[in-house]
């Protein structure tokens, strides 16, 4: 019985996918001319141990209205990839190569205060962690009123409408009420409502969220995720997802970027990467992780572990656990570092693997299991 | 499948009615009096040899307190726990000592559950010291263990920190191994891990219940993991199981409005691949205190399918004339079966 359900999802696979559409995922969107281009960004961090290659040659592109999905394993670089974007590195410790720009500006290299004036307005990132970016000893509508002053010359009143309409805006019911209390007196869930008001209340065009519900029950993680969706069929602004979580990366987005050891080794839409990948990286999670909504027999999980970025292998980063290493000739992966680019035809996104025919590696793959 | 069908099976471990109450301090109020936290209140279960028993809910409803009471590393305040008919909730400490073996823990925690200063040999071996057991050959036990946990016996002499996450959780695994249990509670064993490794821990749990027959009760908030790994499934609410029966009852007909709105608020990795999205329910307000439940369904004060009833009486978790006889559910109006079954 399980085998049947198998085949139905693994030979969606492997067709070009129709059907319904998730009630989550927006039909608006619009391939308008990128909003955020990042060109061949590099961050490194001189440490005791070492130079820390956290990021390495990173490029992508998002217009407004647009949800890009950032993936990886702990570690892999999707934070300190998009603190970059925010300016949140100290200019001391950290050695940043390439450009940023963001609506037109150039971000790299701006100084504390340039980047002042764009956080919270241009661009807002919403940490995991509420804690981060709630202060315990003030009341929440004083700090959304606050927030909102510092881009806006309006008075503390005319300030405290606009944070009770935020509340309201972010479903945190009685929000008059609410707006005097401390975060201690909010929910888990309220809490990171509240931390979203404080994101977007100066209507940024571009939302940075660091595993904003990684920390949150399901119940809560749907409201939260409804909520973006929302704000962006609203307001339009283009969204970065950064999550570990495939679910909520096929719920929610537009375009996929696969990091594994502080590179892109996987780029496309939502439908390209994780309906037809090109990367054995991203093959092998597909693989191992068990869908709500179906039977699954069996896992086959990614062997080893994880990369140190003090000690990156030489080649291809992924060659140390992966099954296809021996498929390419010559030892190359473990000599070359594979470019991101287009690597079979059809509907597939950039990928950064030396195998030049993974698709019908991976389908081949699947067939005996499910014979 | 074969575990599903529990005609003329006796349970291994059988839990009536029980009930962990923490007293805690009331901050409000002149008279600073004692306010009590139903954790849980009332649970009956049955776990059969060898079958995997998820336990799902929202966080705070009391799993891991369930999971701690069970096996005594809390004292129940009422009911009972028959563990292959010996009564676990009220024996002593030392009449208890015999059994301490036969049910074991796992941790989400892969860190904070090993000592920092413990060679790994010695974490292993302390069980077996503590039983009795393996006397005079523990090393050669402890290296079996390892290599059983898919461990490189010789790593004997090595600190936890010399190892990743998913090894540290495979050393958890091993020390609860090392007693031969029969029943083993994993509380959230890979919510801490890495996507990549949670599969390898998933897998290595399975071939112990396939290799030893070892029965487990999983608890895990994502509800792909529970599928794959469990026979059964009971979702509770607020300190109670409001919905209990074989996994494929729960997740493809699954009655109880709670649980509804608990798998359609999961995120589901088979919506890009164009299994067609299910109906959002979304679940208004936050899941009420324990200290002062509900009157009636606890579920209330979030169901959107409430009647005065519902404030009155407390539904009892029972089957229907149109369920299957081991699927339960606690709700005075649970959904109808037909219409279900086409929303899956
Ligand atoms: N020792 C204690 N004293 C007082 N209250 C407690 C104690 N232990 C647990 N509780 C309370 O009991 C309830 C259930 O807690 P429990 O840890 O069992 O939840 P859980 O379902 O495991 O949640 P999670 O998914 O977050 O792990 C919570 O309201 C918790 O605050
Ligand atoms: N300030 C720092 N100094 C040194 N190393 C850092 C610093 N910040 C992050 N790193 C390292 O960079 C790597 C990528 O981190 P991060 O982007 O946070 O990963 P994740 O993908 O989990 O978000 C990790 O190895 C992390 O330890
Ligand atoms: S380049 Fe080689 S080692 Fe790297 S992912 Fe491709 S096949 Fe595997
Ligand atoms: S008993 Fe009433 S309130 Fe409780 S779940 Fe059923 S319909 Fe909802
Ligand atoms: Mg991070
Ligand atoms: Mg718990």
């Known amino acids: 019985m399980s085998a049947a359900v198998n085949e139905a999802a693994h030979s969606a696979a492997h067709t070009p996918a129709g059907g319904p559409r998730p009630s989550r995922r927006p039909s608006h969107k619009g391939q308008d001319e990128a909003f955020l281009v990042v060109d061949d960004l590099s961050v490194q961090f001189p440490t005791e141990d070492g130079l820390v290659k956290a990021v390495q040659n990173v490029s992508y592109s998002l217009p407004l209205g647009r949800t890009l999905a950032i993936v990886g394993e702990s570690g892999s670089g999707k934070s300190v990839s998009s603190m970059a974007i925010m300016g949140l590195h100290d200019p001391k410790r950290t050695i940043i190569t390439g450009s940023i720009s963001l609506g037109g500006e150039q971000i790299v290299g701006r100084s504390q205060d340039d980047m002042r004036k764009i956080r919270g307005q241009v661009a807002s990132i919403i940490f995991q962690d509420p804690q981060s970016s709630l202060h315990p000893y003030f009341t929440v509508g004083w700090q959304l009123r606050e927030a909102y002053r510092e881009h806006h010359q309006v008075s503390k009143s005319v300030a405290h409408t606009r944070a009770i309409e935020m509340l309201d805006r972010v479903g945190i019911p009685h929000p008059k009420r609410r707006a005097d209390q401390y975060p201690f007196e909010f929910s888990g869930g309220m809490r990171q409502r509240a931390m979203i008001a404080m994101a977007l209340i100066n209507d940024p065009q571009l939302i940075i969220a660091d595993e904003p519900t990684t920390a949150l029950d399901v119940t809560v993680q749907a409201q939260i995720l409804d909520l973006l969706n929302d704000l962006q069929a609203e307001f339009g602004s283009a969204i970065i997802m950064i999550t570990h979580d495939l679910a909520v990366v096929a719920e929610v987005a537009d375009d996929v970027m696969v990091m594994y050891g502080g590179r892109a080794v996987e780029h496309g839409t939502a439908e390209q990467v994780l309906v037809r990948p090109n990367h054995p990286y991203t093959w092998g999670l597909l693989q191992s992780i068990p869908a709500v909504s179906s039977e699954q027999a069996e896992l086959y999980p990614i062997k080893g572990n994880p990369p140190s970025l003090l000690s990156l292998p030489p080649g291809c980063s992924f060659a140390p656990r992966c099954p296809y290493v021996d498929r390419v000739p010559d030892g190359k992966c473990r000599t070359d570092l594979p470019e991101l680019i287009s690597r079979s035809a059809g509907d597939h996104g950039l990928s950064r693997c030396h195998l030049s025919n993974p698709d019908a590696i991976f389908a081949a793959e699947v067939e005996p299991r499910i014979a | ?344």
């Open chain 2, 1 to 344: 499948m074969e575990s599903t069908n529990r005609a003329g099976q006796t349970p291994i471990l059988t839990v009536r009615d029980l009930k962990m109450h923490f007293p805690v301090k009331n901050n409000e109020g002149l008279l600073g009096g004692r306010q009590i936290v139903k954790a849980v209140d009332g649970v009956d279960l049955d776990l059969y040899a060898g079958e995997t028993l998820g336990l799902v809910g929202e966080s705070g409803c009391g799993k891991s307190t369930l999971g701690r009471s069970i096996i005594r590393l809390t004292r129940p305040t009422a009911g009972s726990v028959l563990f292959q008919g010996t009564e676990m909730a009220t024996i002593g400490e030392r009449q208890l000592r015999p059994f301490r073996r036969k049910l074991q823990m796992i941790f989400q925690d892969p860190y904070g559950s090993l000592n920092p200063r413990q060679t790994v040999g010695t974490i292993i071996k302390t069980p077996l010291e503590v039983h009795g057991l393996a006397k005079g050959k523990e090393k050669e036990r402890v290296q079996d263990l390892l290599a059983r946990v898919g461990l490189n016996p010789e790593h004997y002499n090595r600190y936890p920190s010399e190892f990743s996450g998913g090894q540290r959780q495979r050393i958890g695994i091993a020390r609860a191994l090392a007693v031969e249990p029969q029943v083993i509670i994993a509380d959230e064993p890979v919510s801490a891990l890495d996507v990549s490794i949670q599969a390898q821990v998933i897998n290595l749990l399975n071939a112990l219940r396939r290799d030893l027959g070892i029965a487990f009760i999983f608890i895990a908030h994502d509800l792909g993991v529970v599928r794959h790994f469990c026979d059964r499934v009971a979702v509770m609410y607020l300190g109670k199981i409001v919905e209990y029966g074989p996994k494929h009852e729960v997740y493809e007909r699954p009655r109880h409005p709670y649980t509804q709105a608990l798998l359609s608020a999961a995120p589901d990795l088979n919506v890009v691949r164009g299994v067609p999205p299910k109906e959002h329910i979304r679940l208004v307000g936050d899941v009420p205190s324990p200290i002062d439940p509900p009157s009636g369904c606890r579920f209330r004060t979030r169901c959107w399918k409430a009647q005065a009833i519902c404030a009155e009486q407390e539904p009892v978790l029972e089957s229907r004339d149109d369920s299957a006889q081991d699927h339960r559910i606690a709700c005075h109006f649970p959904a109808q079966l037909e219409g279900l079954t086409a929303a899956v």
